[in-house]
């Protein structure tokens, strides 16, 4: 079987600064941006415990903290650092070209 992908472009540096979440759809997939200390790291949008929007939860050295339960996840691997979160997020790659940030999905 083959898995095609796509970089789609996600949106400018500018908007996604280093500390900070942001959360777009692309069609059906729900992705979040991070800047962790300048790098730019994408996953899934929604929390895999519940019906969280991670975007609107908290960024630190461990990952992205779930605002509804508080479960923190890697962003380099999706992992769940601790409860109640048992799946992890997918991780996606991300290229940076002329300012714009792309998301291969
Ligand atoms: S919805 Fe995210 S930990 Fe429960």
């Known amino acids: 079987m083959i898995f095609l ?6 949106c400018t540096l ?3 600064k280093e500390g900070q979440l ?3 759809t692309h ?4 992705i979040l941006l ?3 200390k300048g790098k730019i790291l994408a996953t899934d ?3 895999t415990h519940a019906d969280a929007d991670l975007s609107t939860g908290f960024l630190s050295d461990e990952g992205v903290r779930c605002p509804l339960h508080l479960s923190v996840f890697n962003l380099e691997n999706g992992k769940p ?3 109640p979160a048992e799946t992890s997020l997918k991780v996606y790659n991300v ?3 002329d300012n714009e940030i792309y998301v291969e999905i």
Do not use: H, M, P, R
């Not at 992908?5 to 996600?10: P, Q, R, T």
């Not at 069609?27 to 729900?30: A, C, G, I, L, R």
């Open 81 to 83: 650092q601790n409860l």
């Open 5 to 10: 992908s796509e970089w789609i472009k996600a």
């Open 45 to 47: 949008l929604i929390c």
């Open 95 to 97: 290229k940076i070209d």
């Open 27 to 30: 069609d059906n997939t729900k």
């Open 34 to 36: 991070a800047n962790l």
């Open 14 to 16: 500018e908007q996604v």
């Open 22 to 24: 942001f959360g777009f």
